[in-house]
């Protein structure tokens, strides 16, 4: 498997020197089908491909073609797009069968070209598999995503409720009926155990076993913190699914936030946008519904009464002069932002 991740890094170096080429010596764009073409000869110049199944090499030009129709639609949008770069050593980490070269069996993984690999299945896999994922994580495991076609029968039942959510550093969000989730702050947890290890690897020579060692520990804490971070997600979002048909969150621009050095750490580690997009999926695949809306001045509305009431972020209580409502801060916005959600649900 580790050879295979070799050679697809070579294809997509060499896909991507081809496109890059072509259009800087002669103006021509080149797309997926032209460069897929070119594979048979590629097996020819160089005899090891032809031990990677043909269809983990096609969806190789298949990335490197959506590398580059996600760089044009930055561009497109105004973005300061970067431009698809290639793949250094160590840096591909996955290969994909799309369609066939690959057989489930008890306790087994059979993958054209490479033979039966002994498989550890977190969970039974039903339906008919369309395609497999194989990834190598930074910490050395092997990990295979299945993508499987079944009819899905689990609806969630919709129950006329609706909620607004604001995210915060100091609770990680506050819904509209008042609860609170805190902020479980993962990154912070593991800061020193991070830090040990980061000074035992600066202190190794460069290419030798030990920083190799070293470098798997600094992996290993980094891949704990994703790990929390993504379960902590994905059940905070199943949960919202299930016991609200709309859900209304900020839109929040997260790169202009992390611009701000003193709460860049706090904020990346909140992973609030990994929120909205995992609640986003679950809804729609349950048949209900996550809005965005503009967050401007929806900690200063009164939720009571709709003035504007200016206040400090150090100010965490809502006092307004007009109606007398007192609140927790991010209630009172949590509030607002259930009343624009609504009114755009309205209007549509």
Known sequence: MTETLELCRWTYNETLAFRRNAYEQEGKSVSYYETKKLLPQWKEDKPELKRVHSQVLQEVVKRVDLAYQAFFRRVKEGQIPGYPRFKGYGRYDSFTYTQTGFSLKPGKLWLSKIGDIKIKLHRPVDGEIKRLNIRRMPTGKWFVSFLVEVE?????????????????????????????????????????????????????????????????????????????????????????????????????????????????????????????????????????????????????????????????????????????????????????????????????
């Open 152 to 348: 899905s029968d689990e609806l969630i039942s919709k129950i006329g409720s609706s909620v607004g959510v604001d995210v915060g550093l100091k609770s990680f969000m506050t819904l509209s009926n008042g609860d609170r989730v805190d902020n479980p702050r993962f990154f912070v947890q593991e800061e020193k155990a991070l830090a040990k290890a980061q000074r035992k690897l600066s202190k190794v020579p460069n290419d030798s076993p030990e920083r190799r060692s070293a470098l798997k520990v600094v992996h290993r804490v980094h891949e704990r913190i994703a790990n929390k971070r993504e379960d902590f997600v994905q059940k905070l979002s199943l949960s919202l699914v299930k016991s609200y048909d709309l859900i209304v969150f900020e839109d929040l621009n997260i790169k202009i936030m992390v611009k701000n050095h003193c709460l860049a750490k706090h904020i990346a580690d909140a992973a609030w946008n990994k929120l909205v997009i995992t609640t986003s999926y679950k809804a729609e695949w349950a048949g209900k519904r996550v809005e965005l809306v503009n967050p401007s001045n929806t900690s200063k509305i009164c939720s009571g009464c709709g003035q504007i009431v200016l206040k400090s972020l150090s100010e965490r209580v809502h006092k307004c002069p007009f109606c007398g409502l007192t609140l927790d801060r991010d209630h009172n916005a949590a509030i607002n932002i259930l009343r624009l959600g609504l009114q755009s649900v309205a209007k549509a």
